[in-house]
């Protein structure tokens, strides 16, 4: 089994940064992506980044060109840098992993952390 655990969620200023991570553990082998999910309330999840194991990257249209994925899979430990925070990110964060290629749809990830909340105040 696969556990993932978030962190680095928290209160910040629109304009301002936070970095996420997300970390890995369990039977984990090598050869899989991860991806970073989001849902505000009364939204559905909606698909942020994601990262395959060789380090390609996708963005969500939203969030291209002001968040910034990576991993470090010594540490099987994945990242997603938040610049230029606005409101609308406002979110809870859920780390995804799945075996393959990165997928920007939420259903083929297995495995799923419990979520970090981030809010961003106007």
């Known amino acids: 089994q696969v556990q993932l655990v978030e962190s680095g969620g928290g209160l910040v200023q629109a304009g301002g940064s936070l970095r996420l991570s997300c970390a890995a553990s369990g039977r984990t082998f090598g050869g899989y992506a991860m991806g970073w999910f989001r849902q505000a309330p009364g939204n559905e999840r909606e698909f942020v980044a994601a990262i395959s194991w060789n380090g390609g990257t996708y963005y969500a249209d939203s969030v291209k060109g002001r968040f910034t994925i990576s991993r470090d899979n010594a540490k099987n430990t994945m990242y997603l840098r938040m610049n230029s925070l606005k409101p609308e990110d406002t979110a809870v964060y859920y780390c995804?992993?799945?075996?393959?290629?990165?997928?920007?749809?939420?259903?083929?990830?297995?495995?799923w952390g419990q979520g970090t909340q981030v809010t961003v105040s106007s």
């Open positions: 995804a992993l799945r075996y393959g290629t990165p997928e920007t749809y939420q259903a083929l990830y297995g495995y």
